[in-house]
């Protein structure tokens, strides 16, 4: 959690078609925390990717939590479900992927909670000089 920000949750059901919602959620996000316009581009693709996958492994009534927190060099989104104990994005699918699932992230961890599995995506800013 970052010391200096509020982090903002999302609350979503299991319905694909918000996934670009989440997106742009996480676009705007990251280009306010200083993020270039390209690089807050593809964490958007990368988190529309892991929702969309999320929401096809999730049952209907079931629903995702995305937490949003940007610190001084970063921006990193938590996408959480409570369940199984299956991240929002599957090694399989990185794999048929050859990782371009989530090129836009820079680094992913998963962790088991409870019953809640939290997948975090990271992005670093880099400014351009």
Known sequence: MPTDAKPI???????PRLAAGAGGAAHYFAENAGMPHEAASELQTAIIHACTEAFDSLSDDAHLELEFAAFADRVEIAISHEGGPAP??????????????????????????????????????????
Request: glycine residues 8%; aromatic residues 6%; positive net charge.
């Open 88 to 129: 929002a994005i599957g090694l399989d699918t990185i794999v048929k992927t050859s990782g371009k699932a989530l090129a836009g992230v820079d680094r992913v961890q998963y962790e088991q909670l409870g019953k809640s599995s939290v997948t975090r995506l990271t992005k670093y800013i880099r400014l351009h000089s």
């Open 9 to 15: 949750r999302l609350y979503l059901d299991a319905d």
